[in-house]
Nanobody
Framework: QVQLVESGGGLVQAGGSLRLSCAAS????????MGWFRQAPGKEQEREFV????????????GDSVKGRFTISRVRDNAKSTVYLQMNSLKPEDTAVYYC????????????????WGQGTQVTVSS
């Protein structure tokens, strides 16, 4: 069973920064595209695409609402890999539960294409 573990969420003031992490075994991440999605309060039926990175980190893609403020990256070591989401210049509208996810396809913005998900981490941005 694939296990993705997110961390790094919290409460921050508008304009501040947070870094989210998504950890799993290297076997879980190897050769997979990884993505971040978010689910805002009152929008439980909708997971918004935030960012994605391909298997070797050579290609990234961002949602329009976070472009220029968020950066996705991935780091490998021998047995473990981590995907990061650096979030700068945070706004109250960034408040959401953030999810890490894995897909066997090329970079995609569609949540339905991701087959494994983490449990989510809450990010709250105060005004």
């Amino acid at each position: 069973q694939v296990q993705l573990v997110e961390s790094g969420g919290g409460l921050v003031q508008a304009g501040g920064s947070l870094r989210l992490s998504c950890a799993a075994s290297e076997r879980t991440f190897s050769r997979y595209t990884m993505g971040w999605f978010r689910q805002a309060p009152g929008k439980e039926q909708e997971r918004e695409f935030v960012a994605a990175i391909n298997w070797n980190g050579g290609s990234t893609y961002y949602g329009d609402s976070v472009k220029g403020r968020f950066t996705i990256s991935r780091v490998r070591d021998n047995a473990k890999s981590t995907v990061y989401l650096q979030m700068n210049s945070l706004k109250p509208e960034d408040t959401a539960v953030y999810y890490c996810a894995r897909t066997g396809t090329m970079i995609t913005t569609q949540a339905a294409n991701f087959d494994s998900w983490g449990q989510g981490t809450q990010v709250t941005v105060s005004s």
